[in-house]
């Protein structure tokens, strides 16, 4: 099968080359944009100058906090389609859906709904908040290949009178696929059951990603595509009883109203979320972040037939897992049978793979079988699939008791 030719090495608008305006250590392949994000080499710049003036004159620095974290809240907020009204910062997507459970309460015969293409830590919470008051989580299965009509079915069948809250990911971590978050918010409503959207990955990969989503609330971290520093996340609502929303912190602005109670929270390090507005212009200028969706796109998806090209001589099925509603920045390819058949085993190989070889990777397990979850942003080059392919998949086939070919030939 003939492999497309990759897209060209980017160059920014300002003239550097996008490899370049990352921090990013060249000894090591960075192909795991999704789980931790990288922060562009001027963002850090800006966030280290922030520091060094709190640093400089802590006086002055904490009791405005509050109106810092207000602007950038206010210049934050129409990335993702919200208004700052609306929106509050939480360090990340798992903080978020804890002050959402932290004001919830249940009756014993309640019942939660989560997926099987959740995120863990968000399904853990759920949990914790159904023991609190007695209630259950019950756990809809979506099939990896579904429709977005099939998808709602499920939701549509799995409803009872029982049913108060669904959570659902907007994007899945496991799978890397796109839900109807809409449809099933929509649907949800119309049986009087309010819904929690994990969007964890949707900002800058789903234009006006909380106004698309629906539900009752939204959260999505800007540490992931934005490029922000880590540890800056939106929570987005317009719920009638949001005033019952509260800090993980309780600090001075305890008596505030929502959104601005959450905007001092004592001596926390607020410069992640002062910087997360100039981490969205920064795409912005240098590249448009609809300019950005695409070119990730093209990336992943040739990076995604190069690894499974690889991968074919040594597979019964074809390695490469079109989805029915892909994103823009992330891939699956199918593992050899045996790797990864549970998140603990892909979570191992991810460590085991990055201390052999130098390639930062993401594994990930979804009904007992493994894939290499890729992603691509705009510093993303052929020579990082290609390297995947050289030091990798001589690793992985050995696991599983493939003997590699002398001398895989890179697509």
Not at 54 to 75: C, K, M, N, Y
Not at 296 to 318: H, T, V
Request: glycine letters at 6%.
């Amino acid at each position: 099968m003939p492999v497309s030719p990759f897209p060209a090495p980017l160059t920014l608008n300002s003239g550097v080359r996008a490899r370049d305006a990352w921090p990013l250590d060249p000894g090591v392949i960075h192909l795991n944009h999704g789980s931790f994000g990288a922060v562009p080499t001027a963002v850090v710049a800006h966030q280290d100058a922030l520091r060094r003036q709190a640093d400089l004159s802590p006086v002055e620095w904490f009791p405005r906090i509050g109106e810092r974290v207000r602007d950038a809240r206010v210049r934050t907020a129409p990335f993702v389609g919200a208004h700052a009204d609306d929106s509050v910062f939480v360090p990340n997507a798992s903080a978020a859906a804890t002050v959402v459970y932290n004001a919830l309460r249940l009756e014993r015969d309640d019942e939660i709904l989560v997926t099987d293409q959740g995120y863990g830590a968000i399904t853990m919470g759920a949990q914790r908040l159904a023991r609190r008051f007695g209630a259950s989580v019950r756990t809809v299965e979506l099939p990896l290949l579904a429709s977005d009509d099939e998808i709602v079915q499920r939701f549509d069948d799995a409803l009872t009178p029982h049913t108060r809250l669904i959570v659902v990911d907007q994007i899945t971590s496991p799978t890397a696929r796109l839900l109807p978050t809409r449809r099933i918010a929509e649907l949800a409503a119309s049986r009087g059951v309010r819904t929690l959207v994990d969007g964890a990955h949707a900002p800058g990969l789903i234009a006006d990603a909380s106004a698309v989503a629906g539900g009752d609330w939204w959260f999505g971290n800007l540490h992931k595509w934005p490029c922000a520093p880590r540890g800056s996340a939106l929570l987005v609502t317009n719920a009638a009883d949001r005033d019952e929303l509260w800090p993980l912190i309780d600090s001075w602005a305890a008596n505030e109203p929502y959104p601005t109670r959450f905007d001092t929270q004592g001596t926390i390090d607020a410069t992640t979320y002062l910087s997360t507005p100039v981490a969205i212009d920064y795409i912005e200028s240098e590249y448009g972040w609809a300019n950005a969706r695409t070119a990730m796109a093209e990336r992943a998806d040739a990076g995604a037939e190069i690894i499974a090209e690889a991968l074919r001589p040594y597979s019964e099925e074809d390695p490469l897992t079109p989805l029915p509603s892909p994103v823009p920045s992330m891939r699956l390819v199918r593992l050899p049978l045996g790797l990864g058949a549970s998140r603990e085993e892909a979570d191992e190989l991810r460590m085991q793979l990055l201390d052999e070889t130098g390639v930062e990777t993401a594994f990930t397990s979804f009904r007992g079988i493994g894939y290499f979850r890729l992603s691509a942003h705009l510093y993303t080059e052929a020579s990082d699939f290609e390297a995947f392919v050289e030091r990798c998949i001589p690793q992985i086939l050995q696991r599983v008791g493939i003997r590699p070919a002398p001398s895989l030939v890179i697509p």
